[in-house]
């Protein structure tokens, strides 16, 4: 898998959410300094345990012009927990404070080279990819996190300053991608 390189633009997409609207990357990118995509699912142990650390990082930073945005590209026909439907109960359960989108054809997380849920892209307002990679370094125990990579990430986008680490590793469970049909 290819996927985008930092210091490339991400791939645009438009995507449905579970609010029912259409979601555009590229009107997201007008309205903001960064925009953080989050390829995320609803069953993944790893999304759960960071789904309170995210809306917190939504609250902390919309009001400075950041948004993140979740991505859910897994397979629901192996992963009926996954469903469209099954995001919008999840979204409502866990009061999810930014857009949950389904990429059902799987193409934009492909695209991005996502691998992992959760799984972070910043962008910064061009469209450019500035930091890929873990949310922080503590999956498993939110007080004992040491680098909090992404907060830093978007604080050095809103700076002006460098990231200084553009890539971290990420933890979390493999996308469940299609299989490929039969013929």
């Known amino acids: 898998m290819t996927g985008t390189a930092i210091g490339s633009y991400a791939p645009d997409f438009e995507l449905p959410g579970v609010d029912g609207e259409v979601h555009h990357l590229a009107r997201y990118l007008k309205s ?3 925009v953080c995509v989050v390829f995320m699912c609803n069953h993944c142990p790893y999304v759960r345990l960071y789904i309170d650390r995210l809306k917190q990082i939504q609250d902390d930073f919309q009001g ?8 859910n590209p897994n397979d629901d026909t192996r992963y009926p927990d ?4 099954k995001m919008k109960s999840f979204a409502i359960e866990q ?11 799987q193409e934009v997380a492909e695209a991005f080279g996502a691998e992992r849920t959760p799984e972070i ?5 061009e469209g450019i990819l500035r930091y890929n990679g873990a949310i922080d370094d503590s999956p498993q125990n939110p ?12 604080a050095s986008i809103l700076s002006g ?5 553009t890539h971290t590793h990420t933890i979390g469970c493999s996308v ?8």
Request: zero cysteines; aromatic letters at 12%; proline letters at 4%.
């Open 82 to 85: 996954d469903s469209f439907d």
């Open 95 to 105: 009061a999810i404070n930014f857009p949950y989108l389904r990429d059902v054809t």
């Open 32 to 34: 903001y300094r960064a």
């Open 143 to 154: 007080d004992g996190v040491q680098k909090a990579y992404l907060k830093e990430a978007i």
């Open 64 to 71: 400075q012009g950041v948004t993140l945005i979740g991505i």
């Open 161 to 165: 300053t460098a990231i200084a680490d």
């Open 176 to 183: 469940k991608w299609r299989q490929p049909s039969e013929a």
């Open 121 to 125: 892209y910043l962008l910064d307002s």
